[in-house]
């Protein structure tokens, strides 16, 4: 009741850490068994290895943090050579979230990256908020973004995924410019701007004075781009913002998601993903629903018109 | 390994102005493997705050089953662990982090504990260890005031104890630098754990002695995950560590104090 | 150590409460006197009265609620006989906020509820999310935000505040926009586009299906924004988001605002503006101040620039 | 007046399946003029949930300083709720509302009081005040099922009482209306609190009738300032009542029911 097919995805469940939020697996494998997650969504991947920003690079907010990581990551070479070869021995898909500062970076790592054995899909990161040429220019500029899908999926082996920034005044009109560049999905959402202040300092808390807002905080704001978003394209979206018990899972496929992504929960739980997947089925038994599909946009008055197809 | 467990509160107490002492009772115990590693607690069932919180074991006990933790009741999130009452169960996740290496050839060897705040409690479990080992365990405790200061019994049970505040108020005025001045420690082995000015203070004052540094960072995870934690490695300006699972304890001069 | 002068407000305390969760004060006046507020923000006004959205218009969400009241009011002529008369018996300046469909909404209200006696400044409510004409399209666009502001401001006997709305890509620009055509002072932030979906029925909560996002949720938006906002521009902000305590007033004064507004915070305890009041001069002084204008714009840099100088 | 207080509980107990009679004491208490005022409890003293939850007073005495609530544990915040102690104080605004009107007019007066499920609770207290006037109360309680049945005795002591469930389970099976007609039940008054569909068929069913309603509406103040509450009125688009400074009790006719 819980599998899905999304173009290059095929989902035992539709549920699956978020970039970022997961590393490369390998802490979490010590964890629980990674075959029980619909899919990965790996740590952004730039062409070079990236610091990111000084610390602190988290605070806590009402319901919510902000985090100004700033990409850092091994670089393309190593995240080949030893992260997703570390991933090979499992049976989920792998999804590489890619960033960069211009398209050649993003072109770059998406040829190399979408040739790896196990990459199923990428996740176009165009909405880093924090590192100045962390691509939310390509984030918000449907141009742009329509430009760079373009030429990423002119290179790419594996389904294209574009993660929409939330900080946009129409987050449909980014999302039908990529959709028409030939995204094969969406993600969304990433991270709202946030910042917070010490008292005691008079200073932003974090060093690179803002941060991306994630966890239950930004929900309804999620699920209300979702809702728009998913009325406006007919690509699939893998929803995410705040997502942390399968009830939330099933407000994001009702509002048009057709799988779901949990970031912050993992650093408050690092078992959620794997209880939202045990949870799933009595959840759906409960509203009365006997498979993900039914729940896929049920939101809209015309409900079959946004039920993704596979 | 790793475990997430609803420990059992046995025993809490405040033990010195807004410092407090909670005694757990759970398997998580039976994980930890080292002192200076770390737990991360959730310190309310609400949702809010979101984050945990990490503290320093300041003692485990396997066979009893217990770990001890001492932490400074600050902000919101210590504020609402220290409301939380003995029979009352709270969500941890431990053991995280390497801790202090400490083993065999330390038999016989003088070593020097030094502590500032709430950067003292990882070094009592610490010190027992390395009294059964057979070393010679010398503490050197820096508090604030006078009404700060605990645990200078406890340490003194295991090996002689040095006190400072910085007003004065008991033991040496001053820091424990000046401490470790006026009284000509002498040691094998350094192990640190307090503010970052007091770490730095003694990682230059040491360059030739084998020093153990224990570092603080804001954390999202705690379990090497999220890259919250970093700090700078000398000489690479990519390198990193991660003060969570790499450390928090790191050898001096792994990583640059700044972080 | 709490007056403060904007344009058109002697503010003895920078607490108000903000538009919307006040109605026009009379049933806190039963509850404490008005006359301890700094200023008062009155319920939005239009030409005609107005209904509003249907029921269920709030909602809760983590940290926050939704609202789509829809701007409902009894109109303009209603509000001047009846809701600003009452005002007049206490000493607070008052605040009228303005929300049309059209300019000429605006500018007949503009000036009809400007040369009311006590009527000390207007808020421009350029981005209310519950109607579709509640101008939230002034609120999302520079140039007609300019214009609309250029209209109002001919007509106007009293200074003119803008309030902004943080559903857009850039916030700046607005607010330079709005500066440009010559407003004397900004309000920020209005509510975040958000929805919730009732997982018993699949259907939006709120009947509008969408709603505007407050409470302690958006705080770090609000505070990012006003960060942002405040180095860009050198007329006055009115801080709000999210503010329930003296010391969310003190981050919002660093932040860059010169004075601030509390809504949700009303409904939670319909004494918190009082409380906030009276707090604020010992959290001051904790934190080593001995006057709010030694707080304003203390998070930035090169501090000295963001004091708004009266 | 209105005031806020952190009232005592002096008692809490589940009288039926997730069904909850708490009783608490203080000021308030001698601020309620009428059967059928509610209150906005703040369900815990973390951020979380933000919002108040509005409940009707079941019973007050002023002499005592106690109030007494009858709620059902559905949501995260009547969840919460239901967690608190004998012993805690809860932050709770009140009176708020105007109640059911009751005066000596109606001494010697057949009422029926019709409630259903927890629109059950504020019919009690009014129908002690009745009854105290002189009144000749009549009640007819609807519930699901026998298990969430509650206060049929405290009703049985006043005045005669039938007792319906959707499932039969104990009483008439069906609805409150279907008892109405069953035992041809008169009246010249009648007030009830129940679903809006209850309600609804109420109104219709009595046009002639004094009929008296008490309406549930999501709220943000409570106090009648934010507007999130108000329902239509009959022949005027942009006219309006707020439920929670109107109302909660209208006549029927008053206002349109659907909100
Ligand atoms: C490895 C490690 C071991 C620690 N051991 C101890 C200990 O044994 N005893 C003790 O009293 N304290 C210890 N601390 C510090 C402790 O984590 C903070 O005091 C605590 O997180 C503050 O929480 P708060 O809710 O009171 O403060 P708030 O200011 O409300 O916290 C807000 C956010 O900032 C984080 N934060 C604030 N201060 C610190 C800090 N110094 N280090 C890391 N994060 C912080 C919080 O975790 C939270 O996410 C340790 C920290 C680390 C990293
Ligand atoms: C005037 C009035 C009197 C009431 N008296 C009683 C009573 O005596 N006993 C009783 O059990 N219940 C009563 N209710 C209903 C009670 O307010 C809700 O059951 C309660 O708010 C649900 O909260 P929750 O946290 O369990 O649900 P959640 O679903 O978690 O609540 C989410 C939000 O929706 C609101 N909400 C949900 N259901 C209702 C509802 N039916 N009416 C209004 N708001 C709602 C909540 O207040 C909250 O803001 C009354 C409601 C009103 C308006
Ligand atoms: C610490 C942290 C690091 C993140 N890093 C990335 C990243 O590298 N690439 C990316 O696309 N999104 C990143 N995100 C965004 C998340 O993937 C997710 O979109 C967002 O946090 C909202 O989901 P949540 O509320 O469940 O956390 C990061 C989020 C957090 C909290
Ligand atoms: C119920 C409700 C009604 C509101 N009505 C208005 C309004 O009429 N005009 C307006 O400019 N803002 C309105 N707002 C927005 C608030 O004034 C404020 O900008 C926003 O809620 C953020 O502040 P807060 O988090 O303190 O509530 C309303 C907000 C709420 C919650
Ligand atoms: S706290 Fe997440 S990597 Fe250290
Ligand atoms: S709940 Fe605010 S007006 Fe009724």
């Known amino acids: 009741m819980l599998n899905i097919e999304l173009p290059g995805l095929s989902l035992k469940n539709p549920v699956m850490p978020a970039s970022g939020c997961f590393g490369f697996g390998k802490e979490f494998a010590g964890l629980y068994d990674l075959n029980r997650l619909g899919a990965i969504m790996i740590k952004a991947a730039t062409p070079e290895a990236r610091f990111g920003n000084e610390t602190p690079r988290v605070a806590e907010t009402p319901s919510g943090m902000l985090n100004a990581i700033g990409l850092q990551n091994p670089g393309l070479d190593k995240i080949l050579a030893e992260e997703l070869t570390a991933l090979e021995q499992y049976d989920v898909p792998v999804i590489a979230n890619i960033a960069g500062s211009r398209i050649e970076d993003y072109v770059r790592v998406a040829e190399e990256i979408s040739a790896a054995p196990n990459t199923s899909a990428l996740e176009l990161n165009i909405s880093c908020p924090n590192v100045k040429t962390g691509g939310i220019a390509f984030g918000t500029d449907p141009v742009m973004a329509g430009e760079l899908t373009k030429a990423v999926k002119r290179v790419s082996s594996v389904p294209v995924y574009v993660k929409l920034s939330p900080n946009v005044t129409s987050i449909t009109e980014i999302a039908m410019a990529v959709e028409q560049a030939g995204a094969d999905g969406l993600t969304m959402i990433n991270t709202l701007l946030g910042m917070r202040i010490d008292l005691r300092t008079g200073k932003p808390v974090l060093a690179n004075k803002t941060g991306g807002l994630s966890g239950p905080a930004i929900k309804p704001v999620a699920i209300r781009m979702i809702h728009e978003v998913s009325r406006a394209v007919s690509i699939p979206i893998i929803g995410m913002g705040g997502i942390q018990s399968a009830e939330d899972v099933l407000e994001f496929l009702f509002a048009g998601a057709s799988a779901a992504a949990v970031g912050t929960a993992n650093f408050v739980n690092p078992f959620i993903c794997l209880e939202i997947i045990d949870e799933l089925p009595s959840v759906l038994k409960k509203y009365g629903y006997s498979h993900i599909r039914e729940c896929i946009g049920r939101s809209h008055e015309d409900e079959a018109a946004y039920h993704y197809r596979t | ?259």
Chains 1, 3 share one sequence.
């Open chain 2, 1 to 259: 390994m790793i475990r997430k467990e609803k420990l059992l509160i046995v025993s809490h107490r405040e033990i010195a102005r807004d410092i407090f002492e909670l005694t757990f009772q759970g398997d998580l115990a039976a994980e930890i493997k080292r002192p200076g590693q770390f737990v991360h607690v959730k310190v309310s069932d609400a949702a809010v705050p979101l984050l945990r919180r990490p503290v320093s074991i300041a003692r485990a006990d396997a066979a009893a089953g217990t770990i001890t933790l001492i932490y400074r009741r600050g902000g919101e999130g210590t504020a609402l662990l220290a409301a939380r009452k003995q029979g009352e169960r709270v969500d941890v996740i431990g053991p995280l982090g390497n801790g202090f290496p400490a083993d065999d050839s330390l038999k016989g060897r003088k070593v020097l504990l030094a502590g500032g705040g709430i950067g003292v409690p990882p070094l009592y479990g610490l010190s027992l260890k390395l009294k059964a080992l057979g070393a010679e365990p010398v503490h050197v405790l820096g508090f604030d005031t006078k009404s700060s200061v605990f645990y200078e019994k406890e340490f003194e049970a295991i090996g002689e104890t040095f006190v400072s505040t910085v007003d004065g108020s008991t033991g040496t005025k001053g820091f424990v630098t000046d401490i470790i001045d006026l009284f000509r420690l002498n040691f094998d082995t350094l192990y640190a754990c307090g503010p970052v000015q007091m770490l730095k203070a003694l990682e230059m004052r040491f360059p030739e002695k084998e020093v153990y540094l224990s570092l603080e960072e804001r954390m999202g995870c705690g379990i090497g995950a999220c890259f919250a934690c970093v700090c700078h490695v000398p000489g690479d300006p990519d390198g990193y560590r991660k003060v969570c699972s790499d450390g928090p304890v790191f050898k001096a001069g792994e990583v640059v104090l700044s972080c």
